[in-house]
């Protein structure tokens, strides 16, 4: 009865020494994302990214309903000056609302992605936003600040697979 307590016993400790060890990975693994997204950004944010090796392009277009034009949009990427690696994808439009996505990318694999949706005032005062971290093409965080009653249908969609939308418009534009 005594060894099978110890064994019982061990097998828990195991089991909880395990479950730790991965969340430990994982925690770290979210943390060496968040600092890679803050270099990234760091970049796209310089005036002269080309000098460093780096592209900015822009896509913009226009919301109809109706042929009335009711908003616009914008696709803001960056990547190698080849064009053949993207680092991060960033979509904008003010269809009712301010809707920011930004996807970034590591050696064209995804490893987070965002969506915000902000208030049309002079503020853009963020009232909803979502985050995952990916690896290896699986979420392994979620985050969600405040959800919105009135725009569930807009965030109401799978960031993945969004994410890897834009990822085939971009191959499909510069391959």
Known sequence: MRYLTYFITTIIFSISFCNSAIAQTDSLLVHQIRLYVNHIDSINNLDYAQDKGFMKSVVDGIIKRNDKVVGGCGIYTLSNLKGDTVYRIHYHDNLDINTYKTYYFKENKLVYGTLELKNMD?????FFK????????KVVFKSLEQNPKRYIDMVKFSLLEDAKSFFARFTKNNF
């Open 122 to 126: 002079s503020l853009a005062t963020t």
């Open 130 to 137: 979502k985050e995952e971290f990916y690896n290896e093409g």
